[in-house]
């Protein structure tokens, strides 16, 4: 069954601890991205690949880091955690960056206290 | 600046009858228009797109209409059913900054029996 795997679904930390939400494609698709859900808001892009060790900035990217070491792999790291990331995480892939059809994770609830 | 907003934050309607969701752009380097649906608790997939050469794209009980001129676009569900309930997206595609999905915050479509 084609899917992007996000985990954990739910994340509850403090200010400052380091975490990592993990991202798992099985569609070989080059395209990966990361988004953010605020009410109000819609999704904002935070960081996108293209491919293999290639990443960009997406609009608001302040706060994370992302790697590209596999084709299948996309982990977010947030490197010290901060409130205002308190939010909703979802993970995308497509065969190509603007792919009409992304295919999203289920999504990881973080909240930073 | 919000480049597509869609300013129903929610919808309610009978089942049966039509449901209309409507999203307004404001940028003409837009060369795709895509709607998304969510549903709790899992990531947004993908529904129906249009070009925007055209105006009009049909899928089954689902139609996206593009009016370039207004810049707006709308969903028609006919006939609403209660499997429709969830948040629908609009999000649009920039030719000018490298295909990049632009999204639009959502309305909650809720379909009363």
């Known amino acids: 069954e084609a899917q992007v795997t996000q985990n954990p679904r739910y994340l509850i930390t403090v200010t400052g601890k380091k975490l990592t939400v993990t991202c798992s494609q099985n569609?070989?698709?080059?395209?990966m991205s990361w988004y953010r859900q605020d009410p109000g808001l819609g999704l904002r892009q935070i960081y996108y690949?293209?491919?293999?060790?290639?990443?960009d900035k997406g609009d608001v990217p302040e706060g994370y880091k992302v790697s590209r070491k596999e084709k299948r792999n996309f982990p977010l790291i947030l490197e010290s955690p901060s409130p205002n990331q308190t939010s909703l995480y979802f993970c995308?892939?497509?065969?190509?960056?603007?792919?009409?059809?992304?295919?999203f994770g289920q999504g990881t609830r973080l909240t930073v206290v | 600046d919000q480049q597509v907003k869609q300013n129903s934050p929610s919808l309610s309607v009978q089942e049966g009858r039509i449901s209309i969701l409507n999203c307004d752009y404001t940028?003409?380097?837009?060369?795709?228009f895509l709607w998304y649906k969510k549903y709790p608790a899992e990531g947004p997939t993908f529904l129906i797109s249009?070009?925007?050469i055209k105006d009009k794209n049909e899928d089954g009980r689902f139609t996206v209409f593009l009016n370039k001129s207004a810049k707006h676009l709308s969903l028609h569900i006919v006939p609403s059913q209660p499997g429709d309930s969830a948040v629908y997206f609009c999000?649009?595609?920039?030719?000018?900054?490298?295909?990049?999905?632009?999204w639009g915050a959502g309305t909650k479509l809720i379909i009363k029996p």
């Open positions: 249009i070009s925007s």
């Open positions: 999000a649009t595609r920039r030719m000018d900054s490298n295909y990049q999905l632009i």
């Open positions: 569609m070989n698709h080059e395209y």
């Open positions: 995308a892939s497509s065969w190509a960056r603007g792919g009409t059809e992304a295919f």
């Open positions: 940028n003409s380097m837009f060369d795709y």
């Open positions: 690949s293209m491919n293999v060790e290639v990443t």
